[in-house]
Nanobody, 124 residues
Framework: VQLIESGGGVVQAGDSLTLSCVAS????????MGWFRQGSGREREFVAA????????DFADDVKGRFTLASDNAKSTVTLHMNSLKPEDTGIYYC??????????????????WGQGTLVSVSS
């Protein structure tokens, strides 16, 4: 299984950015997909996740209201729309996936598949 991310880049505070991810390598009857991020000197942290079949979503408190998710179960894709970006949103963003129906949790151990990561840099 591969998770291929696209998007990311360098923006200014207040700008918007979109990250996309597609899961490939097998047919998924059920999958939860989402995003983690890791800033410089910080631990990897949960950002958001969505069940592509169940439809339930989960967002970290510091992105709730600013970030939204879109997903396509037939294509095994997830898109993270990031609005009102802040410098503290800077980091490597990793797409994650787990072959389950519902979101299990916010720990990195709850996800079996990981992408290579894409850089998001927000300047003040």
């Amino acid at each position: 299984v591969q998770l291929i991310e696209s998007g990311g880049g360098v923006v200014q505070a207040g700008d918007s950015l979109t990250l996309s991810c597609v899961a490939s390598g097998r047919t998924f009857n059920r999958i939860v997909m989402g995003w983690f991020r890791q800033g410089s000197g910080r631990e990897r942290e949960f950002v958001a996740a969505v069940s592509l079949i169940g439809g339930n979503e989960d967002f970290a408190d510091d992105v709730k209201g600013r970030f939204t998710l879109a997903s396509d179960n037939a294509k095994s894709t997830v898109t993270l729309h990031m609005n009102s970006l802040k410098p503290e949103d800077t980091g490597i963003y990793y797409c994650v996936g787990n072959p389950t129906t519902y979101i299990r949790g916010r720990s990195w151990t709850d996800y079996a598949y990981w992408g290579q990561g894409t850089l998001v840099s927000v300047s003040s």
